[in-house]
């Protein structure tokens, strides 16, 4: 199995945060932590893309 890694540099990271989601039924809920609130700056009815990679990695991006 070939396993890829994503390099990134510490000095590009602005905060590293985990989330807890929950699966339920028909309904999902992902809870975005607080912080990554406030630098994205996300409100009510805002979109994110999700790019999910073929190693599993998951990139997320406020829809402006």
Do not use: Q, Y
């Given at each position: 199995?070939?396993?890829?890694?994503?390099?990134?540099?510490?000095?590009?990271?602005?905060?590293?945060k985990e989330?807890?989601?929950?699966?339920?039924?028909?309904?999902?809920?992902?809870?975005?932590?607080?912080?990554?609130?406030?630098?994205?700056?996300?409100?009510?009815?805002?979109?994110?893309?999700?790019?999910?990679?073929?190693?599993g990695t998951?990139?997320?991006?406020?829809?402006n």
């Open positions: 199995m070939l396993v890829a890694f994503i390099k990134i540099e510490l000095d590009d990271v602005r905060c590293i989330a807890a989601i929950t699966i339920r039924g028909s309904r999902r809920r992902i809870t975005v932590p607080s912080e990554v609130v406030e630098i994205l700056d996300l409100e009510n009815g805002d979109k994110l893309r999700w790019i999910v990679l073929n190693d998951v990139t997320i991006h406020k829809i």
